[in-house]
């Protein structure tokens, strides 16, 4: 996971940024994640692509099987973003700390609201993904015996309730003789 090799490889958020101090450096150290040095087309998976320099338009390949163009954020959360993969680096790599929304706005020198959307989209497709089977499994059991525990007690209710009124139609029908 990104989040993880990018806080195994970089002690500091200093050292992310003296690191990967260009918006370049930041698009071939993804690709090298993400491909491993070898681009996939992310709409056929052919691997066989071309490097296109479109300086304008930042790095981009281009299948050669289905001749098309995609860049690196292709096939991920942030595809739509318009943020530099920089900035977005640094937030990934501040997300686990918990960081504010307003303190990461001010760190990305980005807007709350933006800061908010972005923290948003690392907490729902890769903190989320942290969670392993294991703890899926042990949430939905303890949901599970939750509803169990409630289950029993509001049967246990419905009982004391029928035991009650059966005492109190004995009381009455003894009365009565």
Same mark, same amino acid.
């Given at each position: ?107 990305? &020198? =980005?807007? *709350? ?5 972005? +923290?948003?989209?690392? @907490?729902?497709?890769?903190? !989320? ?5 294991? &703890? =899926?499994? *042990? ?5 599970? +015996?939750?509803?169990? @525990?409630?289950?029993?007690? !509001? ?23």
């Amino acid at each position: 996971m990104i989040i993880e090799h990018l806080r195994q490889e970089f002690e500091s958020t200093f050292d992310l940024l003296s690191e990967l101090n260009t918006e370049e450096k930041c698009v071939d150290y993804l690709a090298q994640f993400r491909w491993n040095g070898k681009p996939i087309c992310q709409y056929c998976n052919h691997d066989v692509c071309y490097e296109l320099n479109l300086t304008n338009r930042g790095k981009r390949w281009k299948c050669k099987k289905c001749r098309k163009q995609f860049s690196i954020r292709i096939g991920t959360p942030f595809q739509e973003s318009k943020l530099p993969i920089r900035k977005l680096f640094v937030a990934l790599y501040l997300s686990p700390e918990g960081i504010s929304t307003h303190q990461l706005g001010r760190v990305l &020198s =980005i807007s *709350q609201k933006s800061a908010w959307y972005l +923290d948003k989209k690392i @907490k729902n497709n890769f903190i !989320a993904n942290e969670m392993t089977e294991n &703890s =899926i499994y *042990q949430f939905y059991d303890d949901k599970c +015996d939750d509803a169990t @525990k409630r289950f029993n007690e !509001a049967i246990d209710v419905v009982v004391e309730t029928y035991e009650k009124i059966a005492r109190y139609y004995n009381i009455l029908y003894a009365m009565e003789e």
